[in-house]
């Protein structure tokens, strides 16, 4: 569906929450809206908090689903940021969204190895457990992702870490039809000013089932009485 598709099917999905309220929803709020819904989507299937078996890996519907904003084998340079820890920090894209998987270029002694990177919890003693700390032989490496977009991994007194190979999920683009307004432009609240239009990124099997979603946010937004059939059919795309 294009963009102006997506906004025809949520119009027609609307029109009882808007006669409803006596409400009139702008273009503006539509995009919004839509936006708001690609959003959750993404979350729940990408990384969902409660159910960790709905990883989108996990069936080639969810693969499909987000393909489009899967970026693979994006190389990252890593710097040496506690010497006395040997701990090397990364810096994400400001795109990142949700970490896939990642290996780590390790060199030691002239040699050089790919380490598959773990994620540990924070606060953990994992270094100092020989059972779990990062191992060049073993070709494991420990990482945690911490504020302002970076990247940490752990590294052992016998190797170095020269660069990460990550894959990830990046933030889509938004959705909108700044052609459709008076001012041709529409401008986000950060600042940045859209034109022209743009469709959704993601794969068009996914489509009405963002706009059920936008229906379902603008429906408890006005707290309607039929929220509950409005989840249902939110409930049917899972």
């Known amino acids: 569906m294009t963009v ?3 906004l025809y099917d ?25 936006n708001q819904a690609q959003d959750a989507f993404i979350k729940a299937v990408a990384f969902p908090h409660l159910d960790e078996h709905q990883a989108f890996e996990n069936t080639q519907r969810t693969i499909d689903d987000i393909r489009n904003i899967v970026v693979p084998n994006l190389v990252l340079t890593a710097t040496l940021f506690d010497k006395n820890r040997r701990i ?17 270029l390790a060199v030691k002694s002239g040699c050089k190895k790919y380490l598959r990177n773990f994620p ?11 059972f779990s ?4 032989e073993w070709e494991e490496c420990n ?12 590294a052992k007194d016998d190797f170095d870490i020269r660069n990460v190979i990550l894959n990830y999920v990046r933030r889509p683009v938004f959705i909108h039809a700044a052609d459709r ?6 401008v986000l609240p950060g600042g940045e000013r859209l034109t022209d239009f743009q469709n959704c990124e ?3 099997d996914t489509h009405q089932d963002i706009v059920n979603w936008a229906v379902l946010i603008a429906t408890v937004g006005l707290q309607q009485g039929d929220v509950s059939s409005k989840a249902a059919g939110v409930a049917l795309t899972k």
């Open 88 to 104: 090397y920090s990364v810096n994400l894209p400001r795109n990142y969204r949700h970490h896939v998987s990642s290996q780590s």
């Open 10 to 34: 949520l119009d027609f999905k609307m029109s009882g929450v808007d006669n409803a309220q006596y409400r009139r929803f702008g273009h503006e709020e539509k995009f919004w809206l839509l």
């Open 202 to 204: 993601l794969s068009e």
């Open 120 to 130: 540990v919890r924070h606060g953990e003693m994992h270094e100092e457990n020989a």
């Open 133 to 136: 700390a990062s191992d060049f």
């Open 181 to 186: 307004l008076p001012e041709e432009e529409f």
């Open 4 to 6: 102006y598709e997506m």
């Open 143 to 154: 990482m945690s992702l911490v504020e302002k977009g970076k990247m940490l991994l752990y």
